[in-house]
C-alpha cells in the first residue's frame, strides 16, 4: 500500500494556467461535496455515452470508490449547467505487479471532455498535469486502460499489456483437458463478488501487469451495480480445490440462441484463478455446459491455457489487443524495480514530449536478475526509442525486437535482443480489469 495520497499532490501549475487562458477553470473536486461529487459522475457518465444517472447511483459510487481517490475537473462558469464540469479525470495510486515485486503506479481513469469542448487541448492539458503531478510525487510509473488506441501515445503512454478475446465453438473444440480434482459448485452474486475479489487480490501478484481491484469493480462483474444492465442475469461459480479451499471464481451469463436452445452463448464476464486446476476447472465448466454453442470471454492473458486444454484448437479462435498502457516517469526507480530473465548492458536514448525521462541512459541487468539505469550524457546509444515505446517494453510484453522491426525502435540488433531477453518474464503480462 503506497504512502501517498493522490488528494494531497498539487495540481500542475502549467495546465492550470494554460485552461485559465482559455478561460477555464481547473480544480480538484472534494469527494465529501455530495453536489460537487455527483455533477461530476454525471460529467463522467456523459463522456463514456451512459445516461443521467441517478442519486441511488451516486450513492452507490461515493461508498463503493476508494475515498482516497483523486477527482479532478475543469469547468466553464459560462455553460448553462454551471457546476457541471466540461471536464474530468480521476487519479488514486495502486500496486502494479512487475517481475519480481509490485510499484507504486499512479493510475488514471475517468477521462472525458464534453463534446462542447472537444478539440482545443483540454484533454491534453489535464493528461500532461497528472503526469507531472505523479513525477513530482515521485511516482516512477503511471497507467491506464484506453477507449481508443490512437489517444494515449503522444503522451508517452505504450500499450504494454496486450490482452485476448476467445470465442469458442464448444463443439468443435471439445474437450483435451484433466478433470480437476476439486468441485465446482454455484454461488449467490454477493458471494461472487467476494470470491473473485478473494482470489484475484490473492492471485494478482503472480502475474506482472495486474493492478489493486476494489469493490465496485467485482460487484459490476458480480452484475451487482447500479451500472450493470440485466445484473440480475449473471450467475456465479466458483471452484474448491481437493482441500475445499476456494481457488477459482467465474461470473457469466447466457444468452439464449434464437428459436433454438442448443446454439446459445455462454459470455464469461469475468474468471479468476489462483491455480491451474482452478483454471481448467472453471473453463470446463463454460466448455461442457449443456445447450451451450459458444463461449466467449474477453480479457485472457495471451497465453491463456484454453488453447491447449481444448481437443481442435481450430475451435477456439482468439484476438489479440491493447489493454494495459504504462507511462514510465522515473526511470533508473522503474528499472529498479523489477527482476530481469537474464544479462544485457545496453546504452538508449530516450526521447520523451514531456521531458521526464528524456536523455542517455546506461542499462546495466546483472546475472542475478537486478538491474539499473544511470545516466549517460554524451554515451554513443546502442537503441533509441521513445518513452512510449520503452514503456510498452517494461513489462516484458511487448519486444523491443518487434517494435525494432516496426521502425519504432532504431539501433543495433543484438542489443534490442538482449534487452528483449532480460525482460521478458516467465508468464506473458496480464491485466484482466478495466480501471
Ligand atoms: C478522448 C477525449 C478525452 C479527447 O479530449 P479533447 O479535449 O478533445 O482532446 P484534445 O483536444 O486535448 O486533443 C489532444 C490531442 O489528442 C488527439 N485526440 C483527441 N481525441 C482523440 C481520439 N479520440 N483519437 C485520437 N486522437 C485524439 C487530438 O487530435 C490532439 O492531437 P495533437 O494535440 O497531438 O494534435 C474526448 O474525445 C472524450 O471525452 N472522448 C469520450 C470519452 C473517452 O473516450 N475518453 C477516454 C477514456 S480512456
Known amino acids: 500500500m503506497s504512502s501517498i495520497d493522490p488528494r494531497t499532490v498539487p495540481l500542475d501549475p502549467t495546465s492550470r494556467e494554460r485552461l485559465a487562458a482559455t478561460g477555464l477553470d481547473y480544480r480538484t473536486v472534494d469527494h465529501d461535496d455530495r453536489t460537487a461529487f455527483s455533477r461530476m459522475i454525471q460529467a463522467v457518465s456523459r463522456g463514456f455515452l451512459g445516461p443521467e444517472v441517478d442519486d441511488a447511483y451516486i450513492d452507490e459510487q461515493k461508498q463503493l470508490v476508494s475515498t482516497s481517490n483523486r477527482y479532478v475537473a475543469v469547468f466553464d462558469e459560462g455553460v448553462a449547467q454551471e457546476g457541471v464540469p466540461v471536464a474530468t479525470v ?3 495510486v495502486t500496486e502494479l505487479t512487475v517481475p ?3 510499484l507504486d503506479m499512479w493510475a488514471v481513469s475517468g477521462v472525458t471532455v464534453s463534446p462542447t469542448h472537444r478539440r482545443r487541448g483540454v484533454a491534453r492539458a489535464m493528461l500532461e498535469g497528472e503526469l507531472r503531478a505523479a513525477a513530482d510525487a515521485g511516482l516512477a510509473i503511471a497507467g491506464l486502460t484506453a477507449t481508443e488506441a ?9 500499450a504494454a499489456v496486450p490482452m485476448s478475446r476467445w470465442t469458442i465453438d464448444t463443439r468443435r473444440a471439445g474437450w483435451a483437458g484433466y478433470e480437476p480434482d476439486g468441485r465446482v459448485e454455484f454461488v449467490s452474486r454477493e458471494q461472487l463478488a467476494d470470491d473473485l475479489s478473494d482470489v484475484y487480490e490473492r492471485g494478482r501478484t503472480a502475474r506482472p501487469g ?4 476494489w469493490p465496485r469493480r467485482w460487484r459490476q462483474h458480480a452484475g451487482l451495480d447500479a451500472s450493470t444492465k440485466n445484473g440480475e442475469t449473471v450467475r456465479g461459480v466458483r471452484y474448491r480445490d481437493a482441500a475445499g479451499d476456494v481457488r477459482g471464481a467465474m461470473a457469466y451469463r447466457i444468452e439464449e440462441g434464437e ?10 464476464r469475468h474468471l479468476t484463478a489462483e491455480t491451474p486446476e482452478a483454471a481448467a ?8 455446459h449443456d445447450l451451450v454453442g459458444e463461449v466467449t470471454a474477453k480479457l485472457r492473458p495471451v497465453d491463456d491455457p484454453v488453447r491447449w486444454l481444448v ?8 484476438v489479440v489487443h491493447d489493454h494495459g498502457w504504462l507511462r514510465i516517469l522515473d526511470l533508473p526507480r522503474a528499472i529498479a524495480a523489477r527482476t530481469y530473465s537474464a544479462a544485457a548492458t545496453a546504452i538508449l536514448e530516450v526521447s520523451d514530449p514531456l521531458g521526464l525521462v528524456a536523455g542517455t541512459w546506461r542499462i546495466e541487468i546483472d546475472a542475478d536478475g537486478r538491474g539499473r539505469a544511470e545516466s549517460a550524457p554524451g554515451a554513443t546509444p546502442d537503441l533509441r526509442l521513445g518513452v512510449a515505446e520503452l514503456s510498452a517494453a517494461y513489462l516484458g510484453g511487448v519486444p523491443l525486437t518487434g517494435l525494432r522491426a516496426a521502425g519504432r525502435v532504431q539501433g543495433d540488433a543484438q542489443a534490442a535482443a538482449a534487452l528483449t531477453a532480460a525482460l521478458r518474464p516467465v508468464e506473458a503480462p496480464a491485466l484482466t480489469i478495466w480501471y
Open 90 to 92: 480521476h487519479s488514486w
Open 100 to 102: 519480481g515485486g509490485e
Open 150 to 158: 490512437t489517444i494515449y501515445g503522444r503522451y508517452g503512454f505504450g
Open 210 to 213: 495486474e493492478v489493486e481491484g
Open 259 to 268: 428459436g433454438d436452445f442448443r446454439p446459445s452463448q455462454l459470455q464469461i
Open 281 to 288: 476447472a472453471l473453463w470446463r465448466f463454460a466448455l461442457q
Open 311 to 318: 481437443q481442435d484448437e481450430r475451435g477456439a479462435t482468439q
